[in-house]
């Protein structure tokens, strides 16, 4: 019986499994660091990783879109976190 | 007592429009700064002989207008002037406010409607500072986070810090609403400007009536706002229209309203 509630705890670990997800967004403002994107409709920042080059970050312009990685659901915009920008 | 013949006018008047369309009555103005009507006409001579003089003068394209001034903005006039019918019910409008923390916390005062417009830290001088946007304020500096009319800032955010929070609210259901679009245009309608005569020889007051069967609208028009001088007034400009049954352009009616039957 034990080995069945074990069992199950694993399997529920499972399914809170981080799912990081990709779309585009509108870049809204470019800043030092990071990046105001329109998500849906509301302003929230994409941070720059260190990784990232100038070179990449001089492809962030102001009225473009780029890919960005997040967490949680479009539908829920409170759900949603944007992960840092390690490529474009 | 007999209508005077000679009579002296001190008076801005009331205004009522008529629909031209079934005759009622659409609004009354009882506030009215200024009125008047200005009546022109153009003149062509024929001239001729030694010095070419003038000898013959013909008249036409007689034209009047009729000027109106109120000290308050009614909202039946507003919408006659634009062409479009006032709208009366929820409307959202934009919102912006100072909130202050308190314990990295602060409410505005109405529900948002979607997303908030922009959140900006208020600078000591008053203007708007860094951008805060939505995200983790757990774990970012400058960001927020929202529920229902609560915004939680940064952990490290001193009590007191300004907030300016610009955001959409819904306006509650008796707001109304008048426009001015492209493509509708002020009407036409019949004025009655009610005024106060006084007689010169008897110096008995009388009722003036002056009637403009069907004035159009002129199409410009200015909303002035001003934080300085004399509080803003409706300018209310009608073209006197010629009826079809009719060459009156317009026409004063003096009377004793005492001895109406």
């Known amino acids: 019986m034990e080995e069945e509630i074990k069992l199950e705890n694993i399997v529920d670990t499972i399914e809170e499994t981080i799912i990081v997800k990709s779309t585009e967004f509108k870049v809204l403002k470019k800043e030092d660091t990071a990046a105001i994107l329109n998500v849906c409709g509301w302003r929230m920042r994409v941070y720059f990783d260190d990784i990232l080059t100038d070179e990449q970050k001089n492809k962030i312009i102001n009225g473009k879109c780029i890919t960005v990685e997040y967490v949680g659901n479009l539908e829920d915009v409170f759900s949603i976190e944007l992960q840092r920008l390690t490529n474009i | ?261």
């Open chain 2, 1 to 261: 007592m007999a209508t005077p013949n000679r009579w002296a006018i001190r008076d801005a008047g009331e205004a009522t429009f008529f629909s031209l369309v079934d005759g009622h009555a659409v609004v009354t103005l009882p506030s009215l700064k200024t009125s008047g009507v200005s009546t022109t006409g153009t003149t062509v001579y024929s001239r001729g002989g030694r010095g070419n003089a003038k000898i013959v003068g013909f008249s036409s394209d007689r034209e009047a207008k009729l000027k109106l001034q109120d000290a308050i903005f009614d909202n039946t006039a507003v919408a006659m002037l634009t062409g479009n019918d006032i709208v009366t019910g929820v409307h959202k409008v934009d919102i912006h406010e100072i909130i202050t923390t308190t314990s990295d916390k602060a409410s505005v005062t109405n529900t948002p409607v979607g997303a908030l417009i922009s959140v900006y830290v208020v600078n000591a001088d008053g203007t708007n500072g860094t951008e805060y946007t939505l995200g983790t304020p757990a774990t970012n500096p400058t960001e927020f986070s929202l529920a229902t009319k609560e915004l939680t800032f940064p952990a490290a955010t001193a009590d007191g810090t300004k907030f300016r929070v610009y955001y959409y609210a819904n306006t509650d259901a008796t707001a109304k609403t008048v426009k001015v679009t492209s493509d509708m245009f002020g009407g036409s309608f019949k004025v009655v400007v009610d005024v106060l005569v006084v007689d010169e020889y008897t110096k008995a007051a009388f009722q003036g009536q002056l009637i403009i069967p069907n004035g159009k609208f002129e199409d410009n028009f200015e909303l002035s706002l001003a934080a300085t001088g004399d509080p803003s007034v409706l300018d209310l400009n009608l073209e006197c229209l010629k009826s079809p049954t009719s060459t009156t352009m317009w026409e004063l009616v003096v009377y004793d309203d005492a001895l109406l039957s």
